[in-house]
Each structure stands twice: as structure tokens, then as C-alpha cells.
């Protein structure tokens, strides 16, 4: 099931649409945060920007580009702050072409699926167990990595790799299968 | 191969030579980009749904916590009072466009209409920007105020702009007061921002708490309160809006107010209601169960008697302690159980029967920082530790004594609802004498027997929960205790409650059979006994008292900075000092005088 395109113009659906885009946008925050609790206040940042300016909102434009712009920007401006009184250890040209290629690629269309997948994700991961679904958010989540994801639960590096690398394949099966059932194809 | 260094990319280790080759594949190669971003929405997905799965089960629990109980708010992180008191025709209103709406009354009804059109632009154009700006009126502690990036220390008849942010540090507080009389206390640790608006106030609350009484505002010039889950539009209501870390909460006194959640799904909460905004939680209104305090001060008796009726013991119990501080008590119905273990600690055995030959009241949950404090303010109280200035606290990973170190400031950030610590035996029992005055019940500590049957029940179980440990359960010494440096002898805990300290009551899904909260963890609760280990060979059967003399006070229960071990229900610990993973709750004997 696709999303239909946006075209807000009240204040109601422009705030209504913006929330449609989230997953994407805290992507686009965690892309050049890689930290999920910076990129978090960073959408709420952007989301009280749009609560205030909506009417700078041209109707007719792309409003994803628009939120986008903003949440790029606020995160160009916490990275900066970060960065402040530090020794640069961030490679800035590869944020540079990180940032553009995630520009370029994860456009409204791609939005509009991970929003549909999110729901879909949901449904399948119910299926999971508590560890599966535990170290699912220990690695994506938390950020830890395998190895120390060995060390917690016992298991060797590889071990834990295979878990997640099944985990992903199964859920993956499941989504497709989901959305193909919904007529859906992603 | 290249999942791998996506991955690195992610959790910030790339080395200099993967940062390059991942560099030139994002370049030139295309497969490799979309193939980047495909990693990039598949890992925010996983991410943020597992995690919701994890948070779901604990939104709810504190939800349902939170409208089972009546006193402040549930706060963590961030928590807004904000009261619109409907009082306002007495108040004189926005002084500085007064003399206008003044003029307007002679004006010819032909001129009316252009005289009008006249005002509406002045009002928002310059006037407007005054009635929407606050003043600074008082001060304590640092506290910034920051303007198009430049940041200085807020004074005392500062005049704060839309588009200014207020932060108050630690120990600082700020007080606004708008032209139209509407106040705004910033607490400790807060951050507010006056976004922009022609017409009406609207405030953002990033972090900290603020408590605001808010004039009533004209119905297309609402006060909103914007949070991270949603808004409050305020028009002429008496209103209270909690916001902790995942969810907000609004309760209604008076009138209507219009509450959007971050879905765009709106309600209207009329008087006598509640909703909450929360991430998979669908927004719907409800009845405030608990009756709230009078406004003025009413008899002893007559404010208890209205809680519990005289005939029949009701299964909670409500306490006044004044100043709009309340306690919440649950009935522990008479019964036998068997106290003591033995497969514990050589203190623990033998197993014996108890019996609690008289119901009573055991606290819903340990006794707050709030209703401490107003002990304290009530009876100018100083703990041992603020006299002799040092308690004992965590410090560089090891428990410490501390200079400074006291109930008010732990070592640690305290909310008013976490529970009250760093307090001897001696302390606690002060406190029981000013409640018992100040309620006219017969407030103690618990004797350890009453303790652990409050805790295990007829059933005498392991645990307040059943037999086995389970670490989300309680708030014990954790992944977050560990991250915030502490050395944990006994090994990895692998749960992360995000409390690496104390948590607030009814944090955790874990009340034992009669309804108490924590009584596994978060903090040990000081008993009334002296501590013996031979007692149990010779404790009376009914209603055992403790031995009649002794060096140590008993403590029960387990803290944030416990192994699970201690977290037994039958584990017996002794103290003689005071600490910062010590509090305690009491008891309140059913029956006891009704009189002051």
C-alpha cells in the first residue's frame, strides 16, 4: 500500500504530513549523528520549526524536502557544536559524500516505503522472541558491537554475527511476503 | 563484505584506510550507494521497532501506574506544571494596550471598524511584541539566557524575546512574568525557548520542569505548551501537564484544553479528565479516578475520613501530609506466611512461622524526596548527614563518605518523586513522628516481619514478583550503574534500565502481592528492629517486635547498587550509618486515633 503523495497546505496537514516521513528523517539525522539520542532531539528540534514556520511552507513544493532541509540542517548544527573546542577526528569528506549520497538517494519514494515497512516490521518482529528482538536493539539500538555483543551473552563473535545475519533474512522474508500479500511490492 | 564496513561506519569504527575505501565507493559506485542506504533505512527500522517492542510493555506499565495513583506527576526527564486559573476577570489585564481598548468606547460606530483594523495592527506588531515578551523577576543559581547564539547570564529585570532560550543549571531557578500577569517558574536543569508568534505565547520545553499560572488568554491567542509528544492549548483552564521522558501526561481541573499528540490525533480533555501521549499508546481520555486535595485546609479527621470510611478497611489509604504532598499507603491484610530462608545467609535461618495477627498500611512506594521535604520544611529538620556535612555516596566507583553529601544533593540527580536517601535510622523514625502529628495516624517503620510479609505474602514467595529473579524487575545494580563508572564486583549485569541510580516509584511492573512497589531494589528500606542474627531461633511467633537491644538497624529490600542476591525477600542487612542506596517506607497501623 502506497502512501499518496502530500500536498498539505492547513497547518493540520502539514504537521499531520510531516510525521509521515519520520523514519526517513531520523535517518537523515542518524546518518551524520551516529548517535540516536542526538538524532532524536534533533527531529524534535525540526518539529517544533515546522510547528512554528509552517506557513513558510510553499504548497505545491516538496514538503519532504522541505522538513529534510531542516532536519539536515539542525544536524549540520549539533555536529558543529559537537565539534567545538574538539580536535576534528571526523573525516569530514566522507560525512560530505555520506551525507550526499543519502541525499540522493533516500528520496521521498524511498520515505514512503520505509514508513510502509516500518508498519510491516512491526508485524513481524511480534513474532520474535524477547533475545531475538533484546539484540536486535543491543546492536541497532545500542550500538554495541558484536564483539562485545560475544562477550554479554556468552557466544562467540561469529555466532552472534549468524543470529543477526538470520534474524535480517527472516525478517526480510517476512516483509516481502506481508507486503506482497497486501498487494504491495516494495 | 562492504555490510561490514557500513556497519563500522555506523558505530564509529572506521579505520583511516576503511573511511577511504568506503569514501570511494560512495563515489563511484552506484550499486554500493544505494546499497549504503538500503543499510541505513534497514538500520534505523530495526532499531526503532525492537526498541519500541522493549518500550511498549514499560510506557505502559508507568501509564497504568500513573492513573492508578494521585500525586506529582511521574517525571524523569522532563515535567511541566502549568496552571490557568479561570480568575481573570479580577486581574487587570495587558496594561500596556489597556489605555487603547480605553479610547476605543467613544469612537462613532462609523469609525469603529478602521479604528479597529488600526488596533489589530498595532497590537500585533509592536504592543504585540511586548504582551509576548516576559520579564525576568526572579533569580537563583546560574541561569542563561541565550539569543541568536550568544549566551549571558539572565539578570533580574531582563526582558526575555520571542525567539530567547532560558537554561537554568543545576541549582538554578528562574521566574517570568508576562504583561498579563502570567508567571512562569523555570526549575533546576531546564530549558525553555519562547518561540515566535504574532499573537499568542507559545512555549517550547526542551528539558527540566517549569510551573506556570497562566492569565487568561483571548480564544484565537491561546497559551500552548509545546512538548516532545505533542501540545497543550491553553485558552482559561486549571490545568496540570506532565512530561516524562516517554510520555506526556495532561490533567484537567477546569474547563477544556486541546491536546494533540504527535500523530496529529486530538482530544478534548474536560474537567475531571486525564489523557496521555505516548508512542503506541492511542490518546483517549479519561476519568481522573482519585479525588484531589481541597484548596483550603481541612480538618484532620474530616480529609482522612473521606478517603477511608470509618467501617471496613479500604485497600489503599491516602495521606495528607500538607502542602498538596500526599502518600499513598496499601492495606496489608492479617495472615501468616514464613519468614526467614534457608537457603540464604546463616542470619536468614531457620524458616519460621510468622503471623500478623492486625492489618495495616505499608507505603505504596518508598517515601519520596517530596514528602520528605515537607517533613523537613514542616519541622525545620536537618538529617545527621547535613549536620555533619558528609554521607556516604558512590564516588569514582566505590562507595565513599563524601563531604557535602545529604538527602538533598545524594551524589546524584534526584526527582521529587524518586525515593528520599542518604538518611539514618534515626532520621526516618523523625520523620514517622512529624506524620503521625501531622495525619493523627500512628506512622512508623515497619517491623521486619511486617516488612517481609508485605514483600513475599501468605505465600512467602522469593521475590516480591514470584520466584524468580527476573532484572527487569527491579532497579539493582546494572549496565547503567556500570556505565556511569561504577565497579561492580560481582560481574556483568547485562540489563540496562537506564537508571544507574535511584528510579521513581512505580518505575518498575514489580508490586508484591498487596500492592507495594520496589519492595525488590531501587533502594533499602530501614526496618524498625535492631538487627541480631540469632533472632529467628527465638523470635516470638506473633507479631515478632525484634530483639530489645542492639547496635544496627535492620535494612531490607536491596538498592540501585545491589547484586540481584540482595534483592531476596528474605535477605536481613544491617546499617548503622546512613547511605545513599538507603530510604525507607512506613507503616500506618489501621485503626490507629483519627486525631491530631
Given at each position: 500500500?502506497?502512501?499518496?503523495?502530500?500536498?498539505?497546505?492547513?497547518?493540520?496537514?502539514?504537521?499531520?504530513?510531516?510525521?509521515?516521513?519520520?523514519?526517513?528523517?531520523?535517518?537523515?539525522?542518524?546518518?551524520?549523528?551516529?548517535?540516536?539520542?542526538?538524532?532524536?532531539?534533533?527531529?524534535?528540534?525540526?518539529?517544533?520549526?515546522?510547528?512554528?514556520?509552517?506557513?513558510?511552507?510553499?504548497?505545491?513544493?516538496?514538503?519532504?524536502?522541505?522538513?529534510?532541509?531542516?532536519?539536515?540542517?539542525?544536524?549540520?548544527?549539533?555536529?558543529?557544536?559537537?565539534?567545538?573546542?574538539?580536535?576534528?577526528?571526523?573525516?569530514?569528506?566522507?560525512?560530505?559524500?555520506?551525507?550526499?549520497?543519502?541525499?540522493?538517494?533516500?528520496?521521498?519514494?524511498?520515505?514512503?516505503?520505509?514508513?510502509?515497512?516500518?508498519?510491516?516490521?512491526?508485524?513481524?518482529?511480534?513474532?520474535?522472541?524477547?533475545?531475538?528482538?533484546?539484540?536486535?536493539?543491543?546492536?541497532?539500538?545500542?550500538?554495541?558491537?558484536?564483539?562485545a555483543?560475544?562477550k554479554t551473552?556468552?557466544?562467540?563473535?561469529?555466532?552472534?554475527?549468524?543470529?543477526?545475519?538470520?534474524?535480517?533474512?527472516?525478517?526480510?522474508?517476512?516483509?516481502?511476503?506481508?507486503?506482497?500479500?497486501?498487494?504491495?511490492?516494495? | 563484505?562492504?555490510?561490514?564496513?557500513?556497519?563500522?561506519?555506523?558505530?564509529?569504527?572506521?579505520?583511516?584506510?576503511?573511511?577511504?575505501?568506503?569514501?570511494?565507493?560512495?563515489?563511484?559506485?552506484?550499486?554500493?550507494?544505494?546499497?549504503?542506504?538500503?543499510?541505513?533505512?534497514?538500520?534505523?527500522?530495526?532499531?526503532?521497532?525492537?526498541?519500541?517492542?522493549?518500550?511498549?510493555?514499560?510506557?505502559?506499565?508507568?501509564?497504568?501506574?500513573?492513573?492508578?495513583?494521585?500525586?506529582?506527576?511521574?517525571t524523569k526527564a522532563?515535567?511541566?506544571?502549568?496552571?490557568?486559573?479561570?480568575?481573570?476577570?479580577?486581574?487587570?489585564?495587558?496594561?500596556?494596550?489597556?489605555?487603547?481598548?480605553?479610547?476605543?468606547?467613544?469612537?462613532?460606530?462609523?469609525?469603529?471598524?478602521?479604528?479597529?483594523?488600526?488596533?489589530?495592527?498595532?497590537?500585533?506588531?509592536?504592543?504585540?511584541?511586548?504582551?509576548?515578551?516576559?520579564?525576568?523577576?526572579?533569580?537563583?543559581?546560574?541561569?542563561?539566557?541565550?539569543?541568536?547564539?550568544?549566551?549571558?547570564?539572565?539578570?533580574?529585570?531582563?526582558?526575555?524575546?520571542?525567539?530567547?532560550?532560558?537554561?537554568?543549571g543545576a541549582a538554578?531557578?528562574?521566574?517570568?512574568?508576562?504583561?498579563?500577569?502570567?508567571?512562569?517558574?523555570?526549575?533546576e536543569e531546564?530549558?525553555?525557548?519562547?518561540?515566535?508568534?504574532?499573537?499568542?505565547?507559545?512555549?517550547?520545553?526542551?528539558?527540566?520542569?517549569?510551573?506556570?499560572?497562566?492569565?487568561?488568554?483571548?480564544?484565537?491567542?491561546?497559551?500552548?505548551?509545546?512538548?516532545?509528544?505533542?501540545?497543550?492549548?491553553?485558552?482559561?483552564?486549571?490545568?496540570?501537564?506532565?512530561?516524562?521522558?516517554?510520555?506526556?501526561?495532561?490533567?484537567?481541573?477546569?474547563?477544556?484544553?486541546?491536546?494533540?499528540?504527535?500523530?496529529?490525533?486530538?482530544?478534548?480533555?474536560?474537567?475531571?479528565?486525564?489523557?496521555?501521549?505516548?508512542?503506541?499508546?492511542?490518546?483517549?481520555?479519561?476519568?481522573?479516578?482519585?479525588?484531589?486535595?481541597?484548596?483550603?485546609?481541612?480538618?484532620?479527621?474530616?480529609?482522612?475520613?473521606?478517603?477511608?470510611?470509618?467501617?471496613?478497611?479500604?485497600?489503599?489509604?491516602?495521606?495528607?501530609?500538607?502542602?498538596?504532598?500526599?502518600?499513598?499507603?496499601?492495606?496489608?491484610?492479617?495472615?501468616?506466611?514464613?519468614?526467614?530462608s534457608?537457603d540464604g545467609e546463616e542470619n536468614e535461618?531457620?524458616?519460621?512461622?510468622?503471623?500478623?495477627?492486625?492489618?495495616?498500611?505499608?507505603g505504596?512506594y518508598d517515601v519520596t524526596v517530596a514528602q520528605f521535604r515537607?517533613f523537613v520544611?514542616?519541622?525545620?529538620f536537618q538529617t545527621i548527614a547535613e549536620k555533619q556535612n558528609k554521607g556516604w555516596t558512590v564516588k569514582d566507583g566505590t562507595w565513599q563518605e563524601v563531604s557535602g553529601v545529604n538527602w538533598r544533593n545524594p551524589g546524584f540527580k534526584q526527582e521529587d518523586n524518586h525515593p528520599v536517601v542518604v538518611m539514618t535510622w534515626g532520621d526516618a523514625r523523625e520523620f514517622c513522628?512529624?506524620?503521625?502529628?501531622?495525619?493523627?495516624?500512628?506512622?512508623?517503620l515497619p517491623?521486619e516481619?511486617?516488612w517481609e510479609?508485605?514483600a513475599?505474602?501468605?505465600?512467602?514467595?522469593k521475590y516480591p514478583?514470584?520466584?524468580?529473579w527476573e532484572g527487569i524487575m527491579a532497579n539493582v545494580a546494572d549496565a547503567s550503574l556500570r556505565r556511569a563508572g561504577f565497579n561492580m564486583e560481582w560481574g556483568e549485569i547485562k540489563e540496562d534500565d537506564g537508571y544507574p541510580f535511584t528510579s521513581p516509584g512505580g518505575a518498575y511492573?514489580n508490586?508484591?502481592?498487596?500492592?507495594a512497589y520496589d519492595m525488590a531494589g531501587n533502594v533499602w528500606q530501614w526496618c524498625q528492629d535492631y538487627f541480631s542474627d540469632?533472632y529467628?531461633?527465638?523470635?516470638?511467633?506473633?507479631?515478632?517486635?525484634g530483639p530489645?537491644?542492639g547496635d544496627d538497624r535492620v535494612r531490607r529490600g536491596g538498592g540501585w547498587a545491589s547484586a540481584p542476591g540482595s534483592c531476596r525477600s528474605a535477605r536481613r542487612h544491617k546499617l548503622y550509618h546512613c547511605d545513599a542506596s538507603t530510604g525507607f517506607r512506613v507503616?500506618?497501623?489501621?485503626?490507629?486515633?483519627?486525631?491530631?
Amino acid at each position: 500500500m502506497s502512501v499518496p503523495r502530500l500536498n498539505p497546505r492547513t497547518r493540520d496537514e502539514i504537521i499531520k504530513a510531516v510525521f509521515q516521513y519520520q523514519d526517513a528523517m531520523l535517518s537523515h539525522a542518524f546518518v551524520l549523528l551516529r548517535d540516536w539520542a542526538q538524532a532524536e532531539d534533533v527531529l524534535q528540534d525540526a518539529y517544533l520549526v515546522v510547528m512554528d514556520k509552517w506557513k513558510d511552507f510553499q504548497p505545491g513544493s516538496s514538503l519532504y524536502a522541505w522538513m529534510r532541509q531542516i532536519v539536515v540542517y539542525k544536524a549540520m548544527q549539533v555536529r558543529r557544536s559537537r565539534a567545538a573546542g574538539k580536535v576534528a577526528t571526523v573525516d569530514e569528506e566522507l560525512l560530505t559524500v555520506v551525507a550526499r549520497t543519502v541525499e540522493n538517494r533516500l528520496d521521498e519514494k524511498m520515505a514512503e516505503i520505509q514508513q510502509t515497512t516500518h508498519r510491516v516490521l512491526q508485524e513481524c518482529m511480534a513474532g520474535l522472541g524477547a533475545f531475538s528482538t533484546g539484540l536486535l536493539t543491543e546492536f541497532y539500538w545500542q550500538m554495541r558491537s558484536c564483539e562485545a555483543l560475544a562477550k554479554t551473552h556468552g557466544r562467540s563473535v561469529n555466532a552472534i554475527r549468524l543470529v543477526l545475519s538470520r534474524l535480517r533474512m527472516q525478517l526480510r522474508e517476512c516483509i516481502k511476503r506481508r507486503l506482497n500479500t497486501e498487494g504491495t511490492r516494495l | 563484505m562492504n555490510e561490514e564496513l557500513y556497519e563500522k561506519y555506523f558505530t564509529n569504527r572506521l579505520s583511516r584506510e576503511e573511511a577511504e575505501n568506503l569514501k570511494t565507493l560512495l563515489k563511484s559506485d552506484a550499486k554500493a550507494q544505494e546499497a549504503f542506504v538500503a543499510y541505513l533505512m534497514e538500520w534505523e527500522l530495526m532499531g526503532n521497532v525492537a526498541r519500541q517492542f522493549l518500550l511498549k510493555d514499560n510506557v505502559k506499565n508507568k501509564l497504568k501506574a500513573q492513573s492508578q495513583k494521585h500525586r506529582p506527576l511521574n517525571t524523569k526527564a522532563l515535567r511541566v506544571a502549568a496552571e490557568s486559573v479561570r480568575r481573570r476577570g479580577k486581574r487587570k489585564n495587558l496594561k500596556s494596550v489597556g489605555w487603547l481598548r480605553f479610547l476605543v468606547l467613544p469612537i462613532a460606530a462609523a469609525a469603529a471598524f478602521m479604528f479597529f483594523f488600526h488596533l489589530h495592527n498595532l497590537r500585533t506588531s509592536k504592543i504585540g511584541q511586548v504582551a509576548l515578551a516576559a520579564e525576568v523577576v526572579g533569580l537563583s543559581g546560574p541561569v542563561e539566557l541565550v539569543r541568536e547564539a550568544a549566551s549571558v547570564p539572565a539578570q533580574v529585570g531582563m526582558r526575555v524575546l520571542q525567539g530567547d532560550e532560558l537554561k537554568t543549571g543545576a541549582a538554578g531557578r528562574a521566574n517570568l512574568r508576562y504583561p498579563d500577569g502570567t508567571t512562569i517558574e523555570l526549575k533546576e536543569e531546564s530549558n525553555l525557548a519562547l518561540l515566535k508568534h504574532e499573537r499568542a505565547k507559545r512555549l517550547a520545553l526542551k528539558r527540566g520542569d517549569i510551573f506556570a499560572d497562566v492569565a487568561k488568554q483571548k480564544p484565537d491567542e491561546s497559551l500552548t505548551v509545546v512538548t516532545p509528544h505533542g501540545e497543550a492549548t491553553v485558552v482559561g483552564t486549571q490545568l496540570k501537564l506532565a512530561v516524562a521522558k516517554e510520555f506526556t501526561r495532561l490533567e484537567v481541573t477546569q474547563g477544556k484544553v486541546r491536546f494533540v499528540n504527535l500523530d496529529n490525533k486530538y482530544v478534548y480533555v474536560e474537567s475531571g479528565n486525564y489523557a496521555v501521549a505516548a508512542t503506541g499508546v492511542e490518546l483517549e481520555v479519561k476519568p481522573i479516578v482519585v479525588a484531589r486535595a481541597k484548596a483550603t485546609p481541612v480538618p484532620v479527621k474530616e480529609r482522612y475520613e473521606a478517603i477511608e470510611p470509618v467501617s471496613g478497611a479500604p485497600k489503599e489509604l491516602m495521606l495528607d501530609l500538607g502542602g498538596d504532598v500526599k502518600m499513598e499507603l496499601v492495606l496489608v491484610k492479617a495472615g501468616e506466611f514464613d519468614m526467614g530462608s534457608n537457603d540464604g545467609e546463616e542470619n536468614e535461618k531457620p524458616v519460621h512461622k510468622v503471623k500478623i495477627s492486625q492489618p495495616y498500611y505499608i507505603g505504596k512506594y518508598d517515601v519520596t524526596v517530596a514528602q520528605f521535604r515537607a517533613f523537613v520544611d514542616a519541622a525545620k529538620f536537618q538529617t545527621i548527614a547535613e549536620k555533619q556535612n558528609k554521607g556516604w555516596t558512590v564516588k569514582d566507583g566505590t562507595w565513599q563518605e563524601v563531604s557535602g553529601v545529604n538527602w538533598r544533593n545524594p551524589g546524584f540527580k534526584q526527582e521529587d518523586n524518586h525515593p528520599v536517601v542518604v538518611m539514618t535510622w534515626g532520621d526516618a523514625r523523625e520523620f514517622c513522628k512529624w506524620a503521625t502529628k501531622a495525619t493523627g495516624r500512628t506512622v512508623r517503620l515497619p517491623t521486619e516481619a511486617e516488612w517481609e510479609y508485605a514483600a513475599r505474602g501468605p505465600k512467602s514467595l522469593k521475590y516480591p514478583w514470584g520466584d524468580k529473579w527476573e532484572g527487569i524487575m527491579a532497579n539493582v545494580a546494572d549496565a547503567s550503574l556500570r556505565r556511569a563508572g561504577f565497579n561492580m564486583e560481582w560481574g556483568e549485569i547485562k540489563e540496562d534500565d537506564g537508571y544507574p541510580f535511584t528510579s521513581p516509584g512505580g518505575a518498575y511492573k514489580n508490586s508484591s502481592w498487596c500492592g507495594a512497589y520496589d519492595m525488590a531494589g531501587n533502594v533499602w528500606q530501614w526496618c524498625q528492629d535492631y538487627f541480631s542474627d540469632k533472632y529467628y531461633g527465638e523470635s516470638p511467633v506473633v507479631d515478632p517486635q525484634g530483639p530489645a537491644n542492639g547496635d544496627d538497624r535492620v535494612r531490607r529490600g536491596g538498592g540501585w547498587a545491589s547484586a540481584p542476591g540482595s534483592c531476596r525477600s528474605a535477605r536481613r542487612h544491617k546499617l548503622y550509618h546512613c547511605d545513599a542506596s538507603t530510604g525507607f517506607r512506613v507503616v500506618v497501623e489501621c485503626g490507629s486515633s483519627r486525631h491530631p
